[in-house]
C-alpha cells in the first residue's frame, strides 16, 4: 500500500511540475532550428499560439518531463484504483468487526 502511495505523491508532484513549466516556461517542444530551440504554447492568446526561444537544456528538459508525465500517468490511476480498493477492504472489515460486535459476537 505504502508503494501506491508513493507512486500516487510523486505522479501527482511530476504533473504538477509538468503544469507550471507549461505555464512559466511557455509550452511544448516545437522546433530546432539552425540550433536555436523553441517551445510552443497553443492556447496563447495570439493566432497561431507563441513561440518561446528556449536554452537547448531548458527544451530537453521540458521534452522528457512531458514524455515522463505521459509514462507514468497510468501507474498514478492504477495506483488510486489499488489505494481505494485497500480502503474499500479496511471499511468493511470495521464494519463487519462492528456489526459482529452488536451482535455479540467475538472476532480473534
Request: hydrophobic share 45%; proline share 5%.
Amino acid at each position: 500500500m505504502w508503494c501506491s502511495f508513493l507512486v500516487l505523491v510523486l505522479g501527482i508532484a511530476n504533473f504538477t511540475s509538468f503544469l507550471c513549466v507549461w505555464e512559466i516556461v511557455g509550452g511544448n517542444p516545437h522546433e530546432v532550428r539552425e540550433g536555436r530551440y523553441f517551445l510552443w504554447k497553443p492556447d496563447a492568446p495570439l493566432p497561431g499560439g507563441r513561440i518561446t526561444e528556449v536554452s537547448r537544456f531548458t527544451y530537453l528538459w521540458v521534452l522528457w518531463q512531458r514524455r515522463a508525465v505521459f509514462v507514468t500517468l497510468p501507474f498514478e490511476f492504477l495506483a488510486a484504483y489499488f489505494l481505494l480498493r485497500e480502503q474499500d477492504r479496511r471499511r468493511k472489515e470495521r464494519s463487519d468487526a462492528s456489526r459482529a460486535n452488536d451482535l455479540g459476537v467475538h472476532r480473534e
